[in-house]
Each structure stands twice: as C-alpha cells, then as structure tokens.
C-alpha cells in the first residue's frame, strides 16, 4: 500500500535558523515526489516536482531533495513568512492520485 | 492564467441536510480531482475526471456523495444526506497531465 509519513508534525524556528523537514514513502513505481506549501484558509500552493533519486531542486530558501526512500525539504535561513504547513505527496503508476502526507507546521518567529 | 475556482468559500449547514460544491479547473486541463481535507490531515481523493470520464471514485462514499463533471469542463460534486463527519475542506484540483496538481481555494464546510 503507498504511504507517505512527514516528521516532524510541528516545527519551530527562529528566524535565521535553518533546519529540515523529512518525508519519508513507500509506493509501488514512483511517478514523482510533489512537495505543496499550504497556509491557513486556502489550498496548498506547488512547490517542487522530484522524479528520481539524486535530484535536486531549489526555489528562494527552499531546497528540495530525494532519495529512493524519502525526500527532505530543506529551509535555509527562514524568514516569518516561510510560516505555512508543508504536504509532501507521492504519484504513484501513471494515471493515479496523489498520496499525500499529513504535512508539518512551520513556525517561525522574528 | 486564472486559477482553480470554487464556490461557495464556506458553508454551514445541519446534519441530513443535502450540500453541493462548484469547481471551475485551469482551461485546457483535461484531468480534475475532488479532496477531502479533514483538519490537521492530507488531503485524500475522493474522485477524478479525465474529461467527463470517472477514472477513480474507490474512496468516494457513494451512498451519500456523487459527482459530476459535465461537458469535461465545470464539476459539482453534492453531499446528501450530510453527517457530521463530513465537516472538513473540499479541495478541487486540475491538471493539464496526470503530473503536477494545482489546487483551488476549497469549500469550508461545517455539519452541525
């Protein structure tokens, strides 16, 4: 069955302080790993498409990164409005939906 | 480019009463999906359209939820009899492959 967990849950930073956010999944012929921003009262924003194990990706303070067993979503430096909850989600064969984590909440404080 | 559209933004209504949501996809995406967005959970499919077509409803709870996506552009998906385990945020979502999903607002909805 496929499966996607996130840890941790809730995360807080101060601003400035980097630090990651892990994704780990178990999925039978991985279409491609999407990691979605999320904040409160709308619907999560995309971020990242990972395909194979080795790839990178990077947008602003954001980088994403995946192995065969789990992807990392790496913050450098946060700013209070990198605020938001994080979902991590996996495609499995072609032409079925997204599995998608249960997220972790970002804090950070200024 | 306009994004996913839906209506209405919230919605409160009674248990057993009957509810429906509007979702307009990107235009040109053939492929759109309903979510369910319990709080403080990922999202799970309930259904996806390629065009007007069903290709997964195995998670939707057919005695009291149905959809439909007419004409392949628009879709309404209705909620009867609600039950207070169906509060939660109703996300649609569309894509122009079966590859990256780009979300609209959601519907808020609260069964009291």
């Known amino acids: 069955e496929d499966q996607v967990t996130q840890s941790p849950e809730a995360l807080r930073l101060q601003e400035g302080e980097s630090s990651s956010l892990n994704c780990s999944y178990t999925?039978?012929?991985?279409?491609?790993l999407f990691w979605y921003r999320q904040d409160p009262g709308k619907g999560p924003e995309f971020l990242f498409t990972l395909y194979s194990a080795g790839e990178e990706k990077e947008k602003e303070r954001l980088k994403a990164t995946l192995t065969k067993k789990e992807s990392f979503l790496h913050i450098t430096a946060p700013k209070p409005e990198d605020s938001a909850t994080y979902l991590c989600a996996v495609g499995g064969q072609a032409g079925t939906a997204l599995i998608f984590g249960k997220g972790t909440t970002l804090s950070v404080s200024s | 480019e306009a994004g996913v559209a839906q209506s209405p933004r919230y919605k409160i209504i009674e248990k057993r009463q009957s509810v429906a949501f509007w979702c307009n996809p990107i235009s040109g995406h053939a492929t759109l999906y309903w979510y369910q967005q319990i709080l403080g959970q990922g999202p799970k499919l309930l259904i996806q359209f390629q065009n007007n077509g069903v290709v997964d409803d195995s998670q939707l709870p057919k005695d009291r939820f149905s959809a439909e996506r007419l004409k392949g552009v628009d879709s309404t998906l209705k909620i009867q009899p609600a039950k207070l385990e169906d509060s939660a945020v109703y996300l649609c979502?569309?894509?122009?492959?079966?590859?990256?999903?780009?979300f609209g607002p959601g519907t808020r909805l609260t069964v009291l």
């Open positions: 979502a569309s894509t122009p492959s079966t590859d990256t999903q780009y």
């Open positions: 999925v039978s012929g991985l279409r491609g």
